[in-house]
């Protein structure tokens, strides 16, 4: 079965500081790969997704991943955050071999940025 | 607003009562979704349907839960008999399409508390 690690549950960053939550999943075998962020007490948005093609991934504000196949990771990233990026920020990984396109979410990432 | 919805945000019940949430997929999504997130925690897969058809359960959904999505558009979740472990963030999504990955759209969930 499909899983996902997030090793850091909290990342505090001075805001203008670059930032990387780290993301590794469990199989490369046909898999895709998303990026979400929840702000509180709300659901979940869409920052970016890996289907396939170009392993570096740009998204909404911002915000950058790149495929790893071969460490089998996905490593979220932003060159110079703001303080409105203070949120959880999670990563799931889906399979081509489940039918039902199931989300495999991560436990998430707190990211506080500070002035 | 086009997005998904979720009805009601927040729902206070004692223990042993029954409770039923409702989701409005975006209009023509063939494909509906339902995850629980607990307290810092990641979502966790609880049911899939494609058009009227449940297609998948997890072994999470007891038989107390039950799911339903008639004609294909909105979709109901009931929980019998709520446990205090019941309480959670209960997160719908759908997601276009009949073949193939794609992008799933969350509502904003509805917070469960069972005293």
């Known amino acids: 079965a499909q899983s996902v690690t997030q090793l850091d549950s909290q990342v505090p960053v001075f805001e203008e500081a670059p930032v990387e939550l780290r993301c590794n999943y469990s199989s490369s075998v046909s898999v895709y790969l998303f990026w979400y962020v929840q702000y509180p007490n709300q659901g979940l948005q869409l920052l970016l997704k890996?289907?396939?093609?170009?392993?570096l991934v740009k998204g909404i504000n911002g915000f950058e991943a790149e495929f790893n196949k071969s460490q089998t990771s996905f490593h979220l990233r932003k060159p110079s955050v703001h303080i409105s990026d203070t949120a959880e920020y999670f990563c799931?990984?889906?399979?081509?071999?489940?039918?039902?396109?199931?989300?495999?979410f991560g436990s998430g990432t707190r990211l506080l940025v500070r002035p | 607003d086009t997005g998904v919805s979720q009805d009601p945000r927040h729902k206070i019940t004692k223990r042993g009562q029954n409770v039923t949430f409702r989701c409005d997929p975006i209009s023509e999504h063939n494909r509906l979704y339902w995850y629980r997130q607990t307290l810092g925690q990641g979502p966790e897969f609880l049911t899939y349907f494609q058009n009227e058809a449940q297609l998948e359960k997890s072994r999470l959904l007891s038989d107390r839960f039950s799911a339903e999505r008639p004609k294909g558009s909105f979709s109901t979740l009931e929980i019998q008999r709520t446990e205090q472990g019941d309480s959670a963030m209960y997160l719908c999504?759908?997601?276009?399409?009949?073949?193939?990955?794609?992008?799933?759209?969350f509502g904003p969930g509805t917070r469960l508390t069972v005293l």
């Open positions: 890996y289907l396939s093609g170009s392993t």
């Open positions: 999504a759908s997601s276009p399409g009949q073949i193939g990955v794609n992008e799933q759209f």
């Open positions: 799931a990984v889906t399979s081509g071999r489940d039918s039902s396109y199931k989300l495999i």
